[in-house]
């Protein structure tokens, strides 16, 4: 029945579909609902394309990095993010914003060599032949070389599997806007040939790694004990029991795991937005995080000297303005202007920052009040309207859920069933 279905138009792609999964003229019609990003358009960037998926795209407010302001588009479906960001960042704006520097932006290629015989001879070779091999990696992608970036240097490293010892080669190259995927991919391809030449092995693995540690950015952020009180806490209650949460992430993977989705919950929202692959900034700074073989919270959180609480978060953030889907995509391109954002090295200094930010308001909420009041308030409405709740009868639905504590679907469900 799909059989070919990759070269049909998308309307005959559809009517297969409607008679396979028997889908009503209704349900053709949420599929034929098209949004910011033209059919068209998303035909050519995904094979057997069908429609198009949406999720909420927010601001998130009240952000100050390195003096600057900022509202943040963010794309997510779960409820309370935004708000927890905004939340967080006016609390930390009140204490002069995040400061945020980045490592500067190399990108790395993998070369993996089998059959080397010796390897110190091998390595050497590398290092004499370093300025030919880069020219090479650079003939291979002129176009980046004449924007100013290109293939910047060579490392050799030793992996050791249960059954041989592997060469290993890194390249490093300047990326500039963009991620860098295909331009480190024909490079590593275009320099195996002379490696195998030189090493004597054979180079059968060639590609970017998404572990991007040349490519890191760091957001701190300093907050005063006076900003943290709640109702019933100090500020310096409130400080410990945040400098506690993170020890506790720091002891045990489970609340780690936990502690980390918070703040990549920022994070893949502000680069979903800006239309970034979310897949290699998840897959990079999860195993930044667990890089010396332990996996970590990735913020820290601590007391300095004089008191005040103090955040910190790196990262590697392999982001981009362009290359991969960003220009073709409309609500990408519009996220560059709403942010203000001037290049790449500034958004993963600002999406790093919307990370902490996250992180704040998580712990902040955790050790005080919990999460449900802040996260399940927000919540509501979306359970009112799974429980079918339409129009104004959302907000009431919701109303009465807050009123008794009960937030869930069935409760959703009972008071709609009450109210009609
Ligand atoms: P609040 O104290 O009621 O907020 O917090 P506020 O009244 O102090 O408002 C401060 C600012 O927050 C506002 O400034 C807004 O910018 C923003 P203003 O405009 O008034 O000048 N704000 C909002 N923005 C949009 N919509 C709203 C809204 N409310 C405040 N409704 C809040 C309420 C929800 C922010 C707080 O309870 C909170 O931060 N909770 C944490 C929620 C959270 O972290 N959600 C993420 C999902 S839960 C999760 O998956 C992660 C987790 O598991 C991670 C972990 O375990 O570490 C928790």
Known sequence: ???????????????????????????????????????????????????????????????????????????TEEPSVIAAMSSASKLIAQSGGLKATSSGRLMVGQ????????????????????????????????SLLKRGGGARELIVREVETTEEKIFVVH??????????????????????????????????????????????????????????????????EVRDRIVRAFAFSDADIYRAATHN????????????????????????????????????????????????????????????????SIAISPLATLAKKIAKVENAEELAMLAVSVGLAQNLAALKALVTEGIQRGHMTLQAKSTAISAGAKGEEIERVAEKMLETGQINLSEAKKIIEEER
């Open 111 to 142: 070369m993996a060599v089998y059959g080397v015989l010796n390897f110190e001879r091998a390595k050497q070779t590398i290092i004499e032949h370093q300025t030919f091999l880069l020219d090479v990696a650079n003939a291979a992608y002129p």
């Open 261 to 324: 989705k918070g703040i990549m919950n920022g994070i893949d929202a502000v680069l979903l937005a800006f239309g970034n692959d979310v897949r290699s900034i998840e897959a990079s700074a999860h195993a930044f995080t667990a890089r010396d073989g332990r996996y970590r919270p990735m913020s820290r959180w601590s007391v300095n000297a004089r008191g005040d609480l103090v955040g910190e978060l790196t990262l590697p953030m392999p982001v981009a303005t362009v290359g991969g």
């Open 1 to 75: 029945m799909f059989e070919g279905y990759y070269k049909k138009s998308r309307s005959e792609r559809l009517q297969i579909l409607r008679d396979y999964a028997g889908l009503t003229d209704a349900e053709l019609a949420i599929l034929n609902h098209e949004g910011a990003l033209p059919f068209e358009t998303a035909n050519h960037m995904v094979e057997n394309m069908i429609s198009t998926f949406q999720v909420p795209l927010g601001l998130g407010l009240n952000m100050v990095v390195n003096g600057k302001k900022y509202a943040v588009p963010m794309a």
């Open 171 to 236: 390249l490093h190259v300047e990326t500039l806007e963009a991620m860098g995927a295909n331009m480190i991919n024909t490079m590593v391809e275009a320099l195996c040939p002379d490696i195998e030449r030189l090493t004597g092995g054979t180079a059968e693995m060639k590609i970017l790694s998404n572990l991007t540690d040349q490519a890191t950015a760091t957001a701190t952020c300093t907050i005063p004990t006076n900003l943290l009180f709640t109702k019933n806490r100090s500020g310096e």
